[in-house]
């Protein structure tokens, strides 16, 4: 039976958050007997809300974008499966420490900060980032201890001390990073008018010769730009094209040039002059010139940037 998961999710991510949390909370914390049925609901659930989450609308909030990484995060089995046993761990460490019921402990995709801890009257509010989920037994029990001793600065050296050693850390911000750009797909190339991979493959063979190995990513913009036409990201190998210029009144050999442009940043890569980093240097100037469309693509983009 062909089952109509478009539906869209109308609830704000707070909302969605807060429901996740005590869901995710409750199945950390659930008997054993009861354990393996609130596991395969609460995944049920987290998958469904990734199926009807927004994704290609213009305009999300940047919460929204980080929101949507998170919940594509725990959609995959072994990282819901990890973040459970981290909050079970953690639940029954922090019982052991502060008691039952004294405290609220949330798991989130922070952009930046790895944990709060509040008081609030008499329970204690432990908010953690989602890439602690690595954390060993010992470190989890450690944390615990210095929450309810109030040892803030020992907390502090356990955490950083946590994010230096691992590399996890650095994958999963950056894992959040990249969703939060690209919320929809990892290569979301269609756009209403211009197939990214389309004009990925004709830019290819008319300017590399076919050579040019394909981004590991390429996308549109989340939102229409009006200054920057295109984005290359050499760590992550992610290629960006402004959605502005998926429009009908856009020529194909705009789409060409500007692919072509950020193609040459993957082909030549980033110069260093001095101190300073250059990826628009003399060679990549040339070579850009001798795009068989160069005149009329930069004068299309500086007439009409604005209006896009
Ligand atoms: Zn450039």
Not at 295 to 304: H, V
């Amino acid at each position: 039976m062909a089952t109509n998961n478009t539906k869209k999710v109308s609830l704000s991510p707070a909302q969605i958050n807060e429901q996740l949390q005590v869901i995710l909370n409750k199945t950390a914390s659930a008997e054993n007997y009861q354990l393996e049925a609130e596991t395969v609901k609460t995944y049920n659930l987290i998958v469904n809300i990734e199926q009807s989450l927004p994704g290609k609308e213009k305009g999300l909030s940047n919460y929204y974008l980080l929101f949507n990484a998170w919940i594509r995060w725990l959609s995959d089995w072994k990282n819901y499966s990890l973040n459970l046993m981290h909050r079970r761990r953690l639940i029954g460490h922090l019982e052991q420490q502060l008691g039952k019921g004294r405290f609220i402990l949330e798991i989130y995709p922070y952009s930046s900060k790895l944990y709060g801890i509040k008081t609030e009257g008499w329970k204690t509010l432990i908010q953690l980032h989602e890439a602690l989920d690595y954390m060993t037994e010992y470190d989890c029990k450690r944390l615990a201890a210095f929450v309810n001793r109030r040892r803030w600065s020992e907390l502090k050296k356990l955490v950083a001390e946590y994010q230096e050693r691992g590399s996890q850390w650095k994958e999963l911000s950056l894992h959040f990073q990249q969703t939060k750009a690209n919320p929809t797909h990892e290569n979301h190339t269609r756009g209403r008018y211009y197939d990214l991979e389309k004009v990925f493959t004709a830019c290819n063979q008319r300017n590399f010769g076919g050579k040019m190995a394909r981004p590991k990513v390429i996308h549109w913009s989340p939102r229409v730009n009006h200054s920057t036409m295109g984005s290359y990201n050499i760590n992550e190998d992610i290629l960006m094209i402004n959605r502005g210029l998926d429009r009908p009144d856009v020529p194909a050999y705009v789409l060409d040039f500007v692919m072509y442009h950020e193609l040459l940043h993957k082909a030549l890569g980033i110069k260093t002059s001095g101190t300073r980093k250059m990826a628009h240097t003399k060679e990549f100037r040339e070579l850009e010139q001798s795009h068989p469309d160069y005149e009329r693509a930069q004068s299309f983009i500086q007439k009409n940037a604005k209006r896009l």
